[in-house]
């Protein structure tokens, strides 16, 4: 089993940016994935990281704009989100599993979920 907490949202305005952090415990070693949920749409995925940190895959939405990135030695994984828009404004959700896939059903383990607003 593992435990994810989120953590670093907030508000910001368009173009500001934010880091997100995803703390595990437990069992850690997996792959790791980031996705976010707005207001009446689906849970949608943005970025994922395989288990050493060697693989990355982004949404096209995101792509360019943030950065998935991992420190093992901290059980942590991390979300840099730069030129931020307003339709980036959702509750972002870590997951954890066993592959980095844009897959929502390949997570067995997710977090609380932590907000960003961006406002215009």
């Known amino acids: 089993q593992v435990q994810l907490v989120e953590s670093g949202g907030g508000l910001v305005q368009a173009g500001d940016s934010l880091r997100l952090s995803c703390a595990a415990s437990?069992?850690?070693?997996?792959?790791m994935g980031w996705f976010r949920q707005a207001p009446g749409k689906e849970r949608e995925f943005v970025a994922a990281?395989?288990?050493?940190?060697?693989?990355?895959t982004y949404a096209d939405s995101v792509k360019g704009r943030f950065t998935i990135s991992r420190d093992n030695a901290k059980n942590t994984v991390y979300l840099q989100m730069n030129s931020l828009k307003p339709e980036d404004t959702a509750v972002y959700y870590c997951?954890?599993?066993?592959?980095?896939?844009?897959?929502?059903?390949?997570?067995?383990?997710w977090g609380q979920g932590t907000q960003v607003t961006v406002s215009s």
């Open positions: 997951a954890a599993g066993p592959f980095a896939t844009y897959s929502r059903a390949t997570y067995p383990h």
């Open positions: 437990g069992r850690t070693l997996y792959a």
């Open positions: 990281i395989s288990r050493n940190g060697g693989s990355t």
